[in-house]
T-cell receptor
Framework: KAGVTQTPRYLIKTRGQQVTLSCSPI?????VSWYQQTPGQGLQFLFEYFSETQRNKGNFPGRFSGRQFSNSRSEMNVSTLELGDSALYLC???????????????FGQGTRLTVV | AQSVTQLGSHVSVSEGALVLLRCNYS??????LFWYVQYPNQGLQLLLKYTSAATLVKGINGFEAEFKKSETSFHLTKPSAHMSDAAEYFCAVRGSVSGGYNKLIFGAGTRLAVHP
């Protein structure tokens, strides 16, 4: 069974640009969550999508957005990049349906975004 | 609201020694708890999970954790450390139903060093 695939693995962008990251979940998983990992703030929840709907959102500015497609693949977008957006962005895939809280989330290898 | 505290940002042990990584949680509902490991430039890999079936949970790579409700703890242990265990370890709790149950709340992480 293929794991969670995130593309690209590495990105370098200039301040003010925008960026789109992609995540393909495990087949059959309908929930995709995004996390930002930085040395200073650790792992922080960005948002979660389930069946093409945003179900939860973390405490991030509106420059961070996402979407999910009918095949459960998800993208996140960051507009007007700032230096502080440099981070490892992780995507997690899980079954996500009610009653599956005891199941785990599987993580991709992440996209390392560097803003210069 | 749920939260997780990992005591000790850095732990150093000798090869063959006991590994003990500490995690305390706060949760208003019975928690679902997880330990993840992260190797450099990689995503998160699940070590084990607690889902109320048993208080002593065995995971991969010889790790186990014991859920102690009275102490609100979920410490990770391994009887004998290997060099390959050197990595960063994260304890996480799943969010509540009202707060977003498919969201993971992570501790700050503990970096484990293993020396010969």
């Amino acid at each position: 069974k293929a794991g969670v695939t995130q593309t690209p693995r590495y990105l370098i962008k200039t301040r003010g640009q925008q960026v789109t990251l992609s995540c393909s979940p495990i087949s059959g998983h309908r929930s995709v969550s995004w996390y930002q990992q930085t040395p200073g703030q650790g792992l922080q929840f960005l948002f979660e999508y389930f069946s093409e709907t945003q179900r939860n959102k973390g405490n991030f500015p509106g420059r961070f957005s996402g979407r999910q497609f009918s095949n459960s693949r998800s993208e996140m977008n960051v507009s007007t990049l700032e230096l502080g957006d440099s981070a490892l962005y992780l995507c997690a895939s899980s079954l996500g349906a009610a009653g599956t809280m005891n199941t785990e989330a599987f993580f991709g290898q992440g996209t390392r975004l560097t803003v210069v | 609201a749920q939260s997780v505290t990992q005591l000790g940002s850095h732990v150093s042990v000798s090869e063959g020694a006991l590994v003990l990584l500490r995690c305390n949680y706060s949760s208003s509902v019975p928690p679902y708890l997880f330990w993840y490991v992260q190797y450099p430039n990689q995503g998160l890999q699940l070590l084990l999970k607690y889902t109320s079936a048993a208080t002593l949970v065995k995971g991969i790579n010889g790790f186990e954790a014991e859920f102690k409700k009275s102490e609100t703890s979920f410490h990770l242990t391994k009887p004998s450390a290997h060099m390959s265990d050197a990595a960063e370890y994260f304890c996480a709790v799943r969010g509540s139903v009202s707060g977003g149950y498919n969201k993971l709340i992570f501790g700050a992480g503990t970096r484990l060093a293993v020396h010969p």
